[in-house]
């Protein structure tokens, strides 16, 4: 293929509105175009990418029986009342009406649909398991699109979707499909971790996720060196146990001044011990009850713990009156001693560490000091609620977990009867019985997985393709296209490799040689031919992208040698 005939519009400046590096190097180097925000045309050189995505995946989901089928993009908004997920996918579902005011959604996914073909086809035990996948664009109005194709509106998914009698049937394909997953990152050529994960608006009981490591992923991870990684969103706090102060119980708390000071680093100052010897108190309401929550004074809650812990995601804070009714003294000076009967005391597992703590007096400018639950107040039930960090343990094996940052570019879940069950799709077991499907579904970021690549690798000059995802396998770089022998020989090498089955680009313009190789270096290409000046001597060269290494090659020499790499 030759660049001058190509649509590779390649930009000099980074564009303002590109805020990480896989966005800007797509742009830069031409492989997307935007038409408007979180929506994209892939340009030729960009398609080739997803293109030779798509294909691995294909063979992966091919390679475990899974079936590819095609589901349509407009979906009757009644699917969505019959599942119940109107209402959870509220603004993300794009919506529009036909000419008879029927409503339609653009599809964000595809349990419903798929659920409909199941109920309708695979009626008796003997037809299950089976499973499906489709490649399809999916529409989802994002609320805040960015990074380019990471969060976009309009992008594409691999989804598959399985059914079965039971959960061990369940289990088998979920295995097959982590496996499947794992292969196909690996064979694109990246770094990844499987991760531990919440569900969301999918729902189910089990789910993981596929992070490429990358710096500026949107999610965190917790990982260990024995294999366990965990979203940090999920991530149990786990820490060595480092009682809390020496006493041997018979002293009772004391109160303490701690005048003006409502922040924990205000009072750990003053008091001159660690952020982590306080308990903070937090108190909320949840419909008629009043419930306390006991974290370490050096951690922070993560909501979503705390509305699945409590079971409400309506839960608030008291605001600062109901306080002052509830425990006597005003916002930040709050804790457990004396609260009223009724309020329920959660305490977050780490508290289980401590023999002593400070905690607030609920009383103005005070705290208590030398506090022990069990003799002091009671607390209720024992719950993981705070945001765990770099350093906390691994709960397999103990050792401390490193922090990385990720882009999600698969997540698999376990789905139980959750859609069989509200969209009444059930099999005939071997009694004769009706019972609902157990289901599983799997999603993968192809569009996505074109930015993750980038976001692995790169350097300040652009793109490093790894080989199997790259546009093109070779770039022939002749660095002066008017000169008749170079030029002739450029066209040679182009024409013998692509003979031999190798994906070529041949940069044909007619530009200087320091633009032609910056624009090589951003575009990416792991190998390149150059042919220039050392043509007179019978030499070429061969440039390797990811290393910078040069390599002069005798003319005679340069198709075996780059033949022989690429084993055609
Ligand atoms: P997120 O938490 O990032 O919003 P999600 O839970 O909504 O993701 P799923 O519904 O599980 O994602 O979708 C499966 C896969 O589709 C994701 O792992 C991701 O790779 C991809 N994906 C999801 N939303 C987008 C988007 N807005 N743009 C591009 N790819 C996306
Ligand atoms: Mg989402």
Not at 123 to 145: A, H, N, T, V
Not at 293 to 314: H, Q, S
Not at 449 to 466: F, K, N, T, Y
Request: hydrophobic letters at 35%; aromatic letters at 8%.
């Amino acid at each position: 293929m030759r660049w001058s005939k190509s649509c590779i519009p390649t930009l000099k400046e980074n564009p303002h509105e590109a805020e990480i590096p896989s966005h800007r190097l797509m742009l830069r180097a031409g492989l997307v175009k935007k038409l408007t925000s979180g929506i994209y045309t892939f340009l030729p050189l960009g398609f080739r990418v997803l293109k030779k995505i798509e294909r691995i995946v294909r063979e992966e989901m091919d390679a475990i029986g899974c079936q590819e089928v095609l589901m349509p993009i407009l979906h009757p908004t009644d699917i969505y009342e019959e599942s119940g997920r109107l209402k959870s996918f509220g603004p993300e579902l794009f919506k529009l009406a036909d000419s008879k005011k029927r409503t339609f959604a653009l599809g964000p996914t595809h349990e419903e649909v798929i659920t409909m073909v199941a109920r309708d086809t695979m009626r008796s035990y003997r037809d299950l398991p089976q499973c499906m996948y489709q490649i399809l664009i999916k529409f989802r109005d994002e609320i805040r699109p960015r990074y380019g194709v990471i969060r976009a509106r309009e992008f594409i998914m691999k989804d598959a979707y399985s059914f079965h009698v039971d959960d061990e049937s369940l289990d088998l394909t979920y295995r097959d499909m982590a496996k499947a997953y794992s292969k196909i990152i690996e064979r694109c050529g990246l770094n990844y971790r499987m991760v531990e994960a919440e569900s969301g608006y999918i729902g189910g009981d089990e789910s993981h996720e596929f992070m490429v490591l990358a710096g500026n992923g949107e999610s965190e991870i917790l990982s260990c060196t024995c294999g366990y990684a965990v979203n940090l969103e999920r991530a149990a706090a786990r820490r060595p146990p480092e009682p809390e102060g020496d006493g041997n119980g018979k002293q009772p708390y004391r109160e303490v001044e701690t005048p003006g000071m409502t922040t924990v680093e205000d009072v750990s100052t003053f008091l001159k011990v660690e952020p982590a010897a306080l308990v903070k108190t937090l108190l909320y309401r949840s419909g008629e009850r009043d419930i306390a929550v006991l974290v370490p004074g050096d951690r922070e809650v993560n909501d979503i713990k705390l509305v699945r812990v409590i079971d409400d995601p309506d839960i608030r804070f008291l605001e600062p009156r109901e306080i002052e009714t509830l425990t006597g003294g005003p916002v930040g000076f709050s804790g457990p001693v004396g609260l009223p009967g009724g309020t329920v005391i959660y305490a977050d597992n780490l508290i289980k560490t401590y023999t002593e703590m400070i905690v607030g007096a609920n009383k103005a400018d005070h705290h208590l000091a030398g506090v022990r639950a069990g003799r002091d107040f009671s607390i209720d039930h024992f719950e993981d609620f705070v945001w765990a960090r770099e350093g906390d343990l691994c709960p397999l094996c103990d050792k401390s977990m490193t922090l990385h940052s990720g882009v999600e570019v698969g997540h698999i879940f376990k789905l139980g009867s959750k859609y069989s069950a509200s969209m009444n799709a059930v099999f005939l077991d071997e009694k004769g019985e009706s019972r609902p499907y157990v289901m599983g579904c799997y999603g993968f970021g192809v569009s996505r997985m074109v930015a993750a690549a980038i976001e692995q690798h790169h350097d300040g000059d652009g793109i490093i393709w790894p080989e199997t995802i790259t546009p093109f396998q070779l770039l022939i770089l002749p660095v002066n296209v008017n000169d008749r022998k170079i030029f002739e020989t450029a066209s040679r090498f182009e024409r013998e490799l692509e003979d031999h089955g190798l994906e070529v680009l041949l940069d044909d313009r007619d530009l200087s040689p320091g633009v032609k190789f910056k624009d090589a270096d951003l575009i990416g290409i792991p190998l390149r031919l150059t042919i220039g000046k050392k043509l007179k001597e019978g030499k070429v060269e061969l440039f390797h992208r990811g290393t910078h290494h040069i390599e002069e090659v005798p003319l005679d020499r340069a198709k075996a040698t780059i033949m022989e790499r690429f084993a055609v």
